[in-house]
Protein backbone atom coordinates (compact mmCIF):
# COMPACT_ATOMS: atom_id res chain seq x y z
CA UNK A 1 0.00 0.00 0.00
CA UNK A 2 1.55 3.07 -0.89
CA UNK A 3 2.52 6.23 1.96
CA UNK A 4 0.56 8.49 -0.45
CA UNK A 5 -2.84 7.69 -1.68
CA UNK A 6 -3.23 7.35 -5.19
CA UNK A 7 -5.54 10.40 -7.07
CA UNK A 8 -9.47 9.87 -6.26
CA UNK A 9 -10.68 9.92 -9.92
CA UNK A 10 -14.14 10.78 -9.29
CA UNK A 11 -12.87 13.71 -7.44
CA UNK A 12 -10.03 14.93 -9.97
CA UNK A 13 -10.49 17.71 -12.72
CA UNK A 14 -12.27 16.79 -15.89
CA UNK A 15 -8.82 17.42 -17.41
CA UNK A 16 -6.80 14.39 -15.39
CA UNK A 17 -10.11 12.20 -15.65
CA UNK A 18 -9.79 12.89 -19.41
CA UNK A 19 -6.29 12.19 -19.52
CA UNK A 20 -6.12 9.26 -17.41
CA UNK A 21 -8.74 7.85 -19.67
CA UNK A 22 -6.89 7.99 -22.56
CA UNK A 23 -3.60 5.70 -21.17
CA UNK A 24 -2.62 2.33 -22.86
CA UNK A 25 -1.98 1.35 -19.56
CA UNK A 26 -3.67 2.50 -16.16
CA UNK A 27 -0.25 1.84 -14.16
CA UNK A 28 -0.01 2.79 -10.51
CA UNK A 29 2.68 4.90 -11.43
CA UNK A 30 -0.20 7.24 -13.50
CA UNK A 31 -2.22 7.36 -10.43
CA UNK A 32 0.31 8.75 -8.23
CA UNK A 33 1.55 11.04 -10.80
CA UNK A 34 -2.45 12.02 -11.06
CA UNK A 35 -1.86 13.70 -7.52
CA UNK A 36 -0.49 16.51 -8.87
CA UNK A 37 -3.07 17.44 -11.92
CA UNK A 38 -1.20 20.87 -13.18
CA UNK A 39 1.55 18.65 -13.94
CA UNK A 40 0.07 15.69 -15.05
CA UNK A 41 -0.44 15.98 -18.91
CA UNK A 42 2.39 17.71 -19.10
CA UNK A 43 4.70 15.22 -17.48
CA UNK A 44 3.02 12.53 -19.72
CA UNK A 45 3.58 14.37 -22.56
CA UNK A 46 7.26 14.74 -21.59
CA UNK A 47 7.38 10.85 -20.61
CA UNK A 48 5.65 10.66 -24.34
CA UNK A 49 8.47 12.44 -25.75
CA UNK A 50 11.30 10.82 -24.43
CA UNK A 51 9.76 6.88 -25.56
CA UNK A 52 8.30 7.60 -28.69
CA UNK A 53 10.45 11.14 -30.41
CA UNK A 54 13.85 11.00 -29.78
CA UNK A 55 16.42 10.53 -32.05
CA UNK A 56 18.19 8.25 -30.13
CA UNK A 57 17.61 4.91 -30.38
CA UNK A 58 14.91 3.07 -28.35
CA UNK A 59 17.65 0.11 -27.27
CA UNK A 60 20.15 2.91 -25.88
CA UNK A 61 17.15 4.96 -24.75
CA UNK A 62 15.99 1.64 -22.77
CA UNK A 63 19.35 0.69 -21.32
CA UNK A 64 19.82 4.41 -20.15
CA UNK A 65 16.24 3.92 -18.59
CA UNK A 66 17.67 1.06 -16.97
CA UNK A 67 20.91 2.68 -15.66
CA UNK A 68 18.61 5.59 -13.64
CA UNK A 69 16.28 2.90 -12.37
CA UNK A 70 19.27 0.90 -11.01
CA UNK A 71 21.40 3.55 -9.83
CA UNK A 72 18.36 5.69 -8.00
CA UNK A 73 17.25 2.23 -6.74
CA UNK A 74 14.00 2.48 -9.11
CA UNK A 75 12.43 -1.01 -8.58
CA UNK A 76 8.90 0.23 -10.41
CA UNK A 77 10.73 1.68 -13.34
CA UNK A 78 13.24 -1.48 -13.73
CA UNK A 79 10.11 -3.79 -13.16
CA UNK A 80 8.42 -2.05 -16.24
CA UNK A 81 11.20 -1.61 -18.65
CA UNK A 82 12.97 -4.97 -18.97
CA UNK A 83 10.91 -6.01 -20.94
CA UNK A 84 10.46 -2.92 -23.08
CA UNK A 85 14.46 -3.01 -23.59
CA UNK A 86 14.10 -6.61 -24.53
CA UNK A 87 11.29 -5.84 -26.85
CA UNK A 88 13.39 -2.47 -28.56
CA UNK A 89 16.62 -5.00 -29.41
CA UNK A 90 18.41 -5.29 -25.79
CA UNK A 91 19.79 -8.74 -24.84
CA UNK A 92 19.53 -9.93 -21.52
CA UNK A 93 23.30 -9.96 -21.35
CA UNK A 94 23.37 -5.84 -21.31
CA UNK A 95 20.39 -5.37 -18.92
CA UNK A 96 22.41 -7.81 -16.62
CA UNK A 97 25.47 -6.06 -17.35
CA UNK A 98 23.49 -2.74 -16.37
CA UNK A 99 22.13 -4.16 -13.10
CA UNK A 100 25.95 -5.36 -12.31
CA UNK A 101 26.94 -1.61 -13.61
CA UNK A 102 29.69 -3.35 -15.27
CA UNK A 103 29.85 -0.47 -18.36
CA UNK A 104 33.03 -2.52 -19.53
CA UNK A 105 31.18 -5.65 -20.32
CA UNK A 106 31.35 -7.54 -24.03
CA UNK A 107 27.80 -6.99 -24.19
CA UNK A 108 28.62 -3.24 -25.06
CA UNK A 109 30.24 -1.91 -28.34
CA UNK A 110 32.01 1.49 -27.96
CA UNK A 111 29.63 3.35 -28.76
CA UNK A 112 26.83 2.52 -26.17
CA UNK A 113 29.72 2.30 -23.68
CA UNK A 114 30.53 5.97 -23.88
CA UNK A 115 26.77 6.61 -23.12
CA UNK A 116 26.50 4.24 -20.41
CA UNK A 117 29.55 5.94 -18.77
CA UNK A 118 27.85 9.26 -19.45
CA UNK A 119 25.19 9.05 -18.36
CA UNK A 120 26.30 7.49 -15.03
CA UNK A 121 27.74 10.67 -14.49
CA UNK A 122 24.85 12.55 -15.41
CA UNK A 123 23.08 10.53 -12.78
CA UNK A 124 25.47 10.17 -9.89
CA UNK A 125 27.70 13.10 -10.12
CA UNK A 126 25.26 15.69 -12.04
CA UNK A 127 28.43 17.54 -13.65
CA UNK A 128 30.00 14.69 -16.29
CA UNK A 129 33.63 14.95 -16.63
CA UNK A 130 34.89 16.61 -20.24
CA UNK A 131 36.53 13.54 -21.25
CA UNK A 132 33.53 11.71 -21.30
CA UNK A 133 31.49 14.25 -22.43
CA UNK A 134 33.62 14.42 -25.32
CA UNK A 135 33.60 10.42 -25.58
CA UNK A 136 29.77 10.45 -26.08
CA UNK A 137 30.42 13.32 -28.38
CA UNK A 138 32.51 10.75 -30.58
CA UNK A 139 29.50 8.24 -31.20
CA UNK A 140 26.36 11.10 -30.49
CA UNK A 141 25.04 14.24 -32.04
CA UNK A 142 23.70 16.81 -29.38
CA UNK A 143 20.08 16.02 -29.88
CA UNK A 144 20.99 12.78 -28.78
CA UNK A 145 23.31 13.95 -25.58
CA UNK A 146 20.44 16.00 -24.38
CA UNK A 147 18.34 13.70 -24.62
CA UNK A 148 20.43 11.51 -22.94
CA UNK A 149 20.56 14.36 -20.03
CA UNK A 150 16.80 14.56 -20.27
CA UNK A 151 15.83 10.45 -19.99
CA UNK A 152 18.29 10.30 -17.20
CA UNK A 153 16.61 13.36 -15.53
CA UNK A 154 13.12 12.11 -15.94
CA UNK A 155 13.02 8.51 -14.71
CA UNK A 156 15.61 9.73 -11.81
CA UNK A 157 12.24 11.91 -10.95
CA UNK A 158 9.86 8.66 -11.37
CA UNK A 159 11.85 6.66 -9.38
CA UNK A 160 11.85 9.06 -6.78
CA UNK A 161 8.23 9.43 -7.10
CA UNK A 162 7.66 5.86 -6.93
CA UNK A 163 9.76 5.24 -4.50
CA UNK A 164 9.19 8.13 -2.35
CA UNK A 165 4.90 7.44 -2.00
CA UNK A 166 5.85 3.46 -1.84
CA UNK A 167 3.65 2.93 -5.13
CA UNK A 168 2.60 -0.50 -5.59
CA UNK A 169 4.37 -1.98 -8.37
CA UNK A 170 2.43 -3.62 -11.37
CA UNK A 171 2.92 -6.40 -13.06
CA UNK A 172 5.02 -5.20 -16.31
CA UNK A 173 2.82 -3.50 -19.37
CA UNK A 174 5.35 -4.69 -22.11
CA UNK A 175 5.32 -2.44 -24.38
CA UNK A 176 1.25 -1.10 -24.62
CA UNK A 177 2.74 1.84 -23.51
CA UNK A 178 5.36 2.40 -26.15
CA UNK A 179 2.77 1.13 -28.58
CA UNK A 180 0.19 3.45 -28.22
CA UNK A 181 2.60 6.11 -28.64
CA UNK A 182 3.95 4.95 -32.11
CA UNK A 183 0.16 4.64 -33.24
CA UNK A 184 -0.40 8.01 -32.09
CA UNK A 185 2.43 9.08 -33.45
CA UNK A 186 1.04 7.74 -36.78
CA UNK A 187 -2.02 9.21 -37.10
CA UNK A 188 -0.48 12.79 -36.22
Not at 30 to 52: D, H, K, Q, V
Not at 124 to 131: G, T
Not at 135 to 157: D, K, N, S, W
Amino acid sequence: MPLVPFIDLDEASPETRETFGKLAAPLNIFRMMANAETCFAPTLRLGGAILSKQLLGADLRELVILLAAELEGGEYEWNQHVPIALACGCVQAQIDAVEARRFDDPAFDARTRALLVFAAQVIEIVRADEDVVRAAQAHFTPREIVETILTCGFYMTMARLTETTRTDIDPPAGTRVVDALKRQEARA
